[in-house]
């Protein structure tokens, strides 16, 4: 027999993830503000609760995938969660996952927070590259593996309840980047019809060839050594990116996505760091605490 669980939020996610777990077999009951938008999971076999109170009675594993952070404060707001199993798939920053996790155990509750590294068709699709971070309680984890591996699969990253926030928005943080980039790139395009699809491969390709920097820049941090294995210095990058923001003005293509990027070089260039790779721009990104 399959863990019941029960699921809070059938939205665009949440209906991904109660089709995986409906479809693996697990009873699942569900709660949605808007009922009608849970109601076709009734027809396969869900349970619909008309208060999220109910809902999460009815299951010891409950887990919650909603708007924000404060929605799921409202959405659980008096509901007795002594004895849950409380899986928060909510997306939010590493506070509110760390605060959230305190509110959850003031109120009985065992808690994980995830952040889902995937987007809906991915959900319960084998093989799609889609997996959730999990952090808090380990126990909580290792209990129910088997029903959190059904929609994606599963990396703990840690027992500090905000990590898996870190992860994850630490990813879509880089994730956009990456798109401003390729923004850019197709925008310099325009002005000479190239055609979009012609470049596209070409395009991912160098992005893709440009990653292996990402562990090189990680070496080059945790040994504290800008200048290992260096292989376009930081005066010649600089040098080169006259050439971006001229052809940006060429094209007649706003710098506005590079500018930010590309001062940050020059600052740490004006630092007497040329010989460096690019990887000591992210010394200039630390900030004082403001709390
Ligand atoms: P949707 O906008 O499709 O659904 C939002 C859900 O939150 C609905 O169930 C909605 O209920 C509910 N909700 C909103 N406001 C309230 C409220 N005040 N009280 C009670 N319920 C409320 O979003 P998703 O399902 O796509 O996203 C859910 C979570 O999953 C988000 O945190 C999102 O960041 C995360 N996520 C989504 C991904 C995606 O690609 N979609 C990818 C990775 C993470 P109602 O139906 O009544 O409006």
């Known amino acids: 027999t ?24 697990h009873p699942l009951a569900v709660w949605n503000r808007t009922p009608s938008r849970a109601q076709p999971l009734a027809a396969q076999g869900a349970e619909l609760f008309a208060s999220a109170a109910d809902a999460v009675a ?13 929605t799921v404060g409202e959405a659980l707001a008096g509901v007795d969660l002594r004895g849950k199993d409380l899986v928060n798939l909510t997306t939010g920053t590493p506070a509110q996952a760390r605060s959230r996790a305190e509110w959850a155990q003031a109120r009985g509750a065992r808690f994980l927070d995830g952040g889902i590294m995937a987007v809906p068709p991915m959900i ?17 984890f290792d209990t129910h593996q088997e029903v959190l591996a059904v929609p994606a699969g599963t990396l703990f990253v840690g027992a500090d309840a905000g990590f898996a926030a870190l992860h994850d928005v630490a990813l879509l943080s880089a994730m956009t ?13 325009r002005k000479d019809n190239v055609p979009p699809r012609e470049f596209a491969p070409l395009l991912a390709g160098w992005l893709t060839a440009m990653t292996p920097w990402v562990h090189k820049a990680a070496d080059q941090l945790q040994d504290g050594d800008y200048t ?44 007497g760091h040329g010989e460096e790779d690019i990887t000591g721009v992210i010394d200039l990104l630390a900030r004082p605490s403001v709390a």
């Open 228 to 271: 290992k294995d260096v292989v376009s210095n930081l005066a010649m990058q600089v040098a080169g990116s006259a050439t971006l923001l001229r052809t940006a003005e060429e094209q007649q293509v706003s710098s506005e996505l590079l500018v930010p990027y590309l001062a940050l070089m020059e600052r740490r260039l004006a630092g």
């Open 124 to 140: 319960g699709a084998a093989g799609s590259g889609g997996y959730v971070f999990y952090s808090g309680s380990r126990t909580l």
């Open 2 to 25: 399959r863990t019941p669980l029960t699921l809070l939020g059938t939205g665009a996610m949440g209906t991904a993830l109660a089709h995986s777990w409906l479809g693996a077999g």
């Open 58 to 70: 009815a299951s010891r594993l409950v887990v919650v995938c909603l708007l924000d952070d404060s």
């Open 177 to 189: 980047g990456m798109f401003a980039g390729v923004a850019h790139a197709f925008a310099l395009l």
